[in-house]
């Protein structure tokens, strides 16, 4: 969605809604549909309860005329009061809790709401944003119809969004995706009933907001299908087939020249059929027999008004419209639809068919959020209010996602943690040191309230403090000198630098990786003034070269804090004194600054050593890192050991196509339907984690496989195949378990799309663990 756009979005909008306002002001209409107090509402069947949500469809639509239809295919849905209808408002957002957005209205008895840290920073529990959600719905404060979360991969270190994503790796990327749709939909509420609708945006392969010039808007993605198979595609497929939700939403951006909306390869044959979105084309809800809960696909904020204006695709707006509602869209974000719909029927591009096969996915999709069930305070849920928003659980489940995800960079001579009786006066500096707004990054709300670093430290010492630079983008080297003096005061010396909104967001990638400004100097000068220990604290979505600090002496620690959320001085005051064990690892790879010499738009993740182009990501980069994927340091000392793994995976020659891959290496096509095979292969690992170190330690494991023939074939050099979170008391030893499926975890997308395997010897590794894992074919 796009604050650049949000403009003529808003204009359009204004206009539109005037035309409508005579429908939102209806003295004595209950803010929800089918009040049950109204005897006349009760007739409708659409309101009737005890009805199949199919049959209330139908009944909804039959009942509209085609004006009332097209109205209803934008976000901002008109009112219908003769049916007793309110007006909703699809647009919701909660990236990382209840965010402002056209839905959500905060004030009142909802000042506020619980504000997560950003996604990059932590792949938490999100069940609690969808409790805020319904209790702001319960009060007309909030529709149920949240478009989050954002699981595009993020490619390129540049890009302003890759704050909002989990990170670089699909797998990570995939499971994140599933926890968040359940978390937030909660299917667990028995037959096809929604506790908040999520949505997985932005389909696909979109991070390029504006480099240089080139806007999402215009960008046409030249993607493989090897990379589209094994890397931008994935998390949305796990959304879809794993975590059943109810919303997927296509991008600004073209993929190999067809604007995504309008693409029906994508939307229907991929996502509808091949995934089977709930309400696959074969099998639509409207089968009264059988009844299939129903999602929706929706597009990007004035997707299609932007593809109209900036691509030759369609040569009229009738064009666009047939080409969205044929490919398989079902709502526009923005008014387009409700302009050019009837003169797209008029012209005979389209049908009213076509309108109501778009009704049934959104309607289906409101009645099981309960919106046709008269007063939600009366439904699952009802209970929900301003006491269950900024609870004190889910302030501290907050606080406990930013504690999780920082990752603890360099800990030279074991600086950190401070000793708490040695450490009395410690002095903040940095533009990022009464960090408060910075500390939400985008697509955030009003939090309940702020912890800033300085407040963080305040509980554990005299803290003295020095801004070191005017704001974040730190033109001038002025306020150095006096951030020098304040520094050699004290018995510490905790400097908080990095990015904000201003070097990358939406519609904003950075052409530097260096941090901005006179930082750089500030981080110097201080840190040789320093007479303690002297740290690094750096806020950012995307990875930052701090190459001058890892091989500086005098900063001897470094913390990456992405953007903390409501909570994240504490939790930063609370690694840095030893009261948590900071066990996050990176989900990114932190490239140098020389990784700005290639363009941004070169989609390929596979390296091209004939044209010098390195790759992208840890699976494929093949230039050096300023830290690694997967970083992370912890207080204690870890060592892992493959305790249960199989020692070799047999494949029947039967289940596989054989084929030679890049010369006479020996490959297997995997027959994506023979789950039969990739189940019986399916093994479990067992590994050992033991801290020998003095405090417990709780921090994610991670598993890679690596290939025999890295780089052939496209090949990775390694992936992730599995990760588990363990807890271990100082001096103990656990066990972790990470099932691999073989088809899943040790193969990657052949030039075609479809998965292989390499016959050979994979390797299997954690820590500095190696596990030898011969894939065999058997006849
Ligand atoms: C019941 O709902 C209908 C349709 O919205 C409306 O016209 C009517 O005034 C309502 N009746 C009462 C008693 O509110
Ligand atoms: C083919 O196999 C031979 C013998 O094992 C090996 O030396 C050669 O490198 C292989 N060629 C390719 C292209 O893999
Ligand atoms: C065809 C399909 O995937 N149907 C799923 C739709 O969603 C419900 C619950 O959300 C699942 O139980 C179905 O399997």
């Keep these: 969605m796009a604050k650049a756009s949000f403009c003529s979005h808003w204009i359009l909008l204004l206009l539109l809604e005037v035309a409508l306002l005579t429908h939102q002001v209806v003295a004595g209409q209950a803010p929800y549909a089918c009040d049950q107090r109204n005897a006349t509402l009760l007739q409708f069947g659409f309101c009737n309860t005890r009805l199949p949500t199919s049959t209330r469809v139908e009944d909804l639509i039959s009942r509209m005329t085609l004006q009332e239809k097209i109205i209803q295919l934008v976000n901002n849905a008109a009112g219908i009061p003769r049916l007793g209808l309110p007006r909703y408002e699809w647009w919701q957002e909660a990236l990382h809790g209840v965010a402002v957005s056209p839905g959500v209205k905060f004030g009142g ?157 994508l939307l229907s044959a991929t996502v509808r059929s091949s995934w089977n979105l709930n309400g696959s084309i074969l099998l639509t809800c409207e089968v009264l027999l059988l009844y299939l809960p129903c999602s929706y696909i929706v597009s990007d904020c004035d997707s299609l008004q932007t593809f109209f204006d900036n691509t030759n695709y369609a040569k009229t707006a009738e064009d666009v419209v047939a080409d969205a509602l044929l490919a398989g869209l079902n709502l526009d974000c923005g008014p387009f639809l409700a302009i050019h719909t009837q003169s797209a029927i008029t012209n005979g591009k389209i049908t009213e068919a076509n309108v109501n096969q778009a009704l049934r996915y959104l309607y289906n999709v409101q009645m099981r959020l309960g919106l046709y069930d008269g007063n939600p305070r009366s439904q699952p849920y009802g209970n929900l209010g301003p006491q269950s928003v900024c609870t004190g659980e889910n302030q501290q489940l907050a606080l406990d996602a930013a504690k999780e995800g920082i990752v603890l960079l360099k800990n030279n001579g074991n600086v950190l943690p401070f000793s708490k009786s040695n450490i009395r006066t410690v002095a903040a500096i940095g533009p990022h040191a009464k960090a408060t707004r910075a500390m939400i990054g985008n697509y955030q709300g009003i939090p309940c309230k702020y912890t800033t670093p300085h407040d963080g430290l305040s509980a554990y010492a005299r803290v003295v403090y020095s801004a070191g630079c005017s704001d974040v983008a730190c033109y001038s080297d002025s306020l150095i000198g006096s951030a ?292 065999l074919l058997q006849s």
């Design 109 to 265: 008895k909802f000042p506020g709401a619980t504000s997560f840290p950003m996604p990059i920073l932590t792949a938490a529990s999100f069940d609690a944003v969808s409790t805020e959600a319904r209790a702001m719905h319960n009060y007309q404060r909030a529709g149920l119809t949240y478009w989050s979360p954002n699981v595009n991969i993020y490619r390129d270190p540049r890009w302003g969004r890759g704050q909002e994503t989990p990170g670089e790796d699909p797998l990570l990327s995939s499971k994140y995706a599933t926890f968040y749709v359940r978390g937030l939909q909660d299917t667990n509420l028995g037959g096809d009933k929604l506790k908040v609708s999520a949505c997985c945006k932005h389909m696909t392969a979109y991070d390029v907001d504006n480099w240089k010039g080139t806007t999402r808007f215009k960008f046409n993605a030249i993607v493989t299908q090897q990379d589209l198979s094994d890397t931008y595609n994935p998390p949305f497929q796990s959304c879809v087939e794993d975590a059943k939700v109810s919303s997927v939403m296509c991008s600004y951006n073209r993929v190999n020249g067809v604007p995504t909306c309008a693409d029906y390869n």
């Design 484 to 775: 020098v003096s304040t520094a050699s005061q004290a018995d510490a010396v905790v400097l908080f630098v990095g990015l904000d909104l201003n070097q990358e967001a939406e519609g904003k990638d950075r052409t530097s990786l260096l941090l901005p400004g006179k930082q750089q100097e500030l981080v110097t000068e201080v840190t040789k003034a320093a007479k303690g220990p002297a740290v690094l604290v750096i806020f950012s979505g995307g990875s930052v070269d701090v190459s001058f600090a890892k091989y500086n002496n005098k900063v001897q620690g470094i913390l990456w804090a992405g953007y903390p959320g409501e909570a994240g001085g504490a939790a930063i005051a609370q690694v840095l004194f030893g009261d948590h064990n900071p066990g996050g690892r990176l989900p990114v790879t932190w490239y140098p600054e020389s990784f700005t010499g290639i363009t941004m738009l070169d989609m390929n993740m596979r390296p091209d050593a004939s044209r010098g182009y390195p790759g992208r990501t840890y699976r494929f980069y093949t230039g050096q890192s300023v830290y690694n994927f997967g970083y992370g340091k912890t207080y204690s000392k870890l060592s892992h050991k493959f305790k249960e793994a199989p020692l070799s995976l047999g494949f029947p020659e039967a289940a596989a196509v054989k084929r030679s891959c890049d010369g006479n290496l020996t490959c297997f096509h995997l027959n994506a339907h023979d789950e039969i095979t990739c189940s019986t292969l399916t093994s479990k690992v067992r590994i050992l984690v033991h801290n020998k170190g003095d405090r417990p330690s709780n921090r994610a494991v991670l598993l890679y496989s690596s290939p025999p023939n890295a780089g052939r074939d496209g090949a990775p050099i390694r992936q992730l195949a599995g990760f588990g979170k363990v807890s271990v008391a100082p001096g103990a030893v656990e066990n972790v378990e990470i099932e691999i499926d073989p088809c899943k975890h040790l193969s990657h997308a052949g030039a075609n799309g479809v998965r292989i395997l390499h016959g050979g010897i994979h390797t299997l590794a954690v820590g500095n663990a190696r596990h030898p894992l011969p894939i």
